[in-house]
């Protein structure tokens, strides 16, 4: 794509890549994640977060058309060491605790993402397009949204009896 930027354009285009990169990978995670959750509402906000993702995906490949760019995708150095992350976490992590484990794992999967989209988003806004930058404000209140559903379903599972149960019987 380009081997050194020397314009806003370029950096903002090279991290539209990097987006869309962590938006395909955190399809893959998520579905790991949803593979090892162990209470079926976890289960199914997995499979949310991952249709949300595609979503995401979809609308910065119409950004590329718009921008009349092609779909490139560098290296998403920070999705892949997620990615890595989640798997060692849930190989160590007993049955009965998997959703302490899936729950902030997915949290950092977003946070991730937001932390990418919100200067896209930015930079949209002030420099290119209102209707790009609409349309990643939009990703961005999504993401915030579904940060906000894992928060309430991580305080739902710390606080059930079967978490509660299964953290006594590890300890003993």
């Known amino acids: 794509m380009f ?18 990169g962590t938006s395909r990978r955190a399809i893959v995670t998520l579905g ?8 079926r509402e976890v289960n199914a906000l997995m499979r949310d977060l991952q249709e949300e993702a595609r979503v ?7 950004l590329f ?6 779909v490139a995708v560098p290296p998403g150095h920070l999705a ?20 302490l484990a899936v729950l902030p794992l997915a949290l950092e999967a977003l946070y991730a993402a937001i932390a990418i989209y919100e200067p896209l988003a930015l930079y949209a ?6 209707g790009i930058a609409n349309r990643l404000e939009g990703i961005v209140v ?31």
């Not at 790991?32 to 209470?39: I, V, W």
């Not at 995401?56 to 119409?62: G, N, P």
């Not at 806004?125 to 209102?130: A, C, V």
């Open 65 to 70: 058309a718009d921008l009349e760019r092609n």
């Open 32 to 39: 790991t994640l949803e593979q090892h959750a162990q209470r």
């Open 56 to 62: 995401h995906a979809a609308v910065l490949e119409d």
């Open 3 to 20: 081997e050194y930027f020397t314009e806003a354009h370029e950096l903002f285009v090279y991290r539209l890549g990097i987006a869309r």
């Open 142 to 172: 999504e993401q915030l949204s579904s940060r906000n559903r894992i928060l309430d379903l991580i305080r739902k599972v710390f606080a059930s009896n079967e978490t509660v149960q299964a953290t006594i019987e590890t300890t003993e």
């Open 125 to 130: 806004r002030e420099w290119l397009d209102e």
């Open 80 to 99: 892949d060491g997620l990615d890595h992350e989640a798997h060692m976490m849930l190989r160590k992590t007993d049955e009965p605790l998997k959703d």
